[in-house]
């Protein structure tokens, strides 16, 4: 499923593709129409090299040419290309060599400015975030999203450090890292970075649901609210650096545990939420819809609960099952309505009479089943014969007079439960072939099922 604001994250992903390709171009143009400006927009400040445009140029047009869909060889080969050239910087750097010279276009405009005191070169930074983005649209072409992610992730770092500097007029930030550099490269790795919109980790902070709303109140707050503090302190630091400093950290600390105690507080709610709806589908999930008593699914659980109370406090415990006589021709007569009605009607009848630890539940069809703990097989006949004559002397709107036939048993030592219900199913059995509205309680186990309790009929 697709979410809207992941189609909106993955519409931009072009746009910004080619904004980052036309900047980059425009920065080319400043060095063709020798307009200083457009490399370097700060009198006497850090400037982009032509080949730091050349790679952002072709890492923009390799986002612009990404499709979710299609074959990405071209965003591929953008990527190696821009590895080669950042690699081959990186080289220079390292070992202090000049590699690119043939590469470099714009080399009398490079002199000039090297001459006028001014000399341009591709910073560290520079090459570094390039190398990032150029990795991230590799692995965007062999679709690794997550991996792209963290690295347009890693390499968006470096001109939001450099744009930082330019904020807090702090040099050491931003080195060698010009601000048009540093807006190109943001254009051009917010690109790549938006391209795994619809996996992975983004994903997640761009989902509707709560989980992605607070990722992104987080993510905002995070940013925004340590910047603002520190631009604050940037200005006021040079009085008193230690005492403000400190200021800083206390700040930041109080600013993450607010973080902190929000998260929780809505993950606490999520939960919440989360542990009412899973009692909600159990409840659903064990509960007769037309009777709203428990189902044979629960009965089952509860009944399994009951058994081992039973076996080891030593109390007794009797089984009821209970069925409505001649049933389908109150259904074929009156219809289904009015047999649903009865149902109902006579599940709130039994319940009526039954007490708070007597466990009642819809066993299946029109039969229902009753546990009664701390009682022994005498008490459920005589419960049974109750709820019998009770059920008789009701009148079932649309239906009349209904009656039904029980079968009881007292629970044996180390019987089941399974065992159990058998029995006291031969025993409705009987109470049916013996005449109906009646109860027959069996009081040992099969096959010796020969002792009937009770048998009355009304
Ligand atoms: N209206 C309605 N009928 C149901 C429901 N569940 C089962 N039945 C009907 O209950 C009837 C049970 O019929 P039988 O098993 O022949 O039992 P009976 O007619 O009561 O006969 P005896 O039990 O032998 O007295 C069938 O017609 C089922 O369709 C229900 O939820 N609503």
Redesign the pocket.
Known sequence: MRFPQIIRALSLVRPLGLAGALFSLLILAGYALGLEVFFRPMLGGPATHPLSAVALLVLGLGAFCWHPRQSNRVVVLAGVFVVTLVSLRLLELAKGVTLLDWLTPFSRQLAEQAAAGHPISTGINTALMCLCFALALIAIGCKRYALAQQLAFVGLGFPMISLTGYAYGIDKFYGQMAMTTALGGSMVGAGILLSGAHRSFLRSILSPWIGGKVARVQILLGYFVPFLIGYCLALTIANNPLQQFGLFCVLISAFISMLVAFTAVIQESIDRSRRSAERRLVLVATLDS?TNLPNRRRFHDHGQWLLERVRRTGESLSALIF???????I?DTQG?PV??AV?ERLAAEARSILRRQDFLARYG??EFVILLPGTQLAGAVQLGEKLRAHIAATDFPGAGQVTI?LGCAEYLADESLQQLVARVDVALYQA?RSG?NRVVAVSEAPPAMNSVESCQAA
């Open positions: 037309l069925d409505i006589d001649y049933f389908k021709r259904n289904h047999g649903d149902l069809g029109e036939s049916k109906r």
